[in-house]
């Protein structure tokens, strides 16, 4: 596949990867815009997929250093979940170059509205679980996995996800469960990256140049945070994402 930019490409992906680093960080849900963006810069499946892990493993990691400096790492308890994210995103991120990419199309129309409302109503799913008393190994183990397979054959909302399942599974304290969830996407977004480059699947050009335009972004969006503009940017995120749902719908029907 051709990896030359345009102009016009290199600033679409630019700006999308601004808009959707700043509501990212204000929302949640950039992944819901970059990777639906790529697929049609390049083509539904892996090689969106692929290099769309360049965005993510940036965005975690920086995330996960800005949360390391409010409170200190404590892997004890939820090391095995995190370990199992790694090994989930290795096993979904060598399948995943296996399915047509036309398959991909109709996943995206159908799982974007649905992980979007995930993100939209994640705080019915944060709530810190009184009973800090931890679950059995194999319950941590096969929810790392399952959300890490998500995350490393597909993607957007795998965040949100492994959030959840630390707060659900390992019953960590929120704040000790974000900090983990952001090292877990670090790890999950790493290892598919490098899964996707050796099988050829990354193309570094736009990822990066997407990548760029997502940190400035969520530089932004994390000065301007607040609970009012939060209220401003979900309904974006929305329009956006659907708007982005009916392109790929067009190219289905046509």
């Not at 930019?5 to 679409?12: G, I, K, P, V």
């Not at 570094?204 to 000065?223: D, H, N, W």
């Not at 503009?229 to 190219?251: A, D, G, I």
């Amino acid at each position: 596949m051709d990896s030359a930019l345009t102009s016009a490409t290199e600033m679409l992906l630019l700006f999308a990867g601004f808009a959707a680093g700043c509501i990212d960080s204000i929302a949640g849900g950039g992944g819901l815009i970059t990777l639906p963006v790529l697929s049609s810069v390049l083509e539904p499946g892996a090689h969106a997929i692929g290099t769309n892990k360049i965005v993510g493993a940036m965005g975690a990691l920086i995330a996960f250093v800005v949360y390391l400096r409010k409170h200190p790492l404590n892997l004890k308890r939820g090391f095995s979940f995190v370990a199992s994210v790694g090994v989930g995103s290795l096993i979904g991120s060598l399948l995943s170059p296996m399915v047509s990419k036309i398959y991909f199309r109709y996943f995206l129309i159908a799982a974007c509205p649905m992980v979007l409302w995930v993100v939209w109503n994640k705080q019915l799913f944060l709530q810190e679980v009184k009973d800090h008393a931890s679950r059995p190994l194999a319950v941590l183990i096969i929810a790392g996995i399952l959300v890490g397979f998500y995350d490393g054959f597909f993607g957007p909302g795998g965040g949100t996800f492994m959030l959840i399942g630390l707060l659900w599974g390992a019953k960590l304290p929120l704040f000790e469960a974000l900090l983990l969830s952001k090292l877990a996407n670090t790890l999950s977004a790493s290892v598919s990256l490098v899964s996707y480059g050796v099988q050829g699947y990354v193309h570094m050009k736009q990822g990066l140049v997407m990548a760029i335009g997502m940190t400035a972004g969520g530089f932004l969006g994390a000065s301007l945070a607040t609970k009012r503009s939060e209220k401003v940017v979900r309904p974006v995120l929305v329009v956006v994402v659907l708007l982005l749902v009916l392109v790929q719908l067009k190219e289905v029907l046509d």
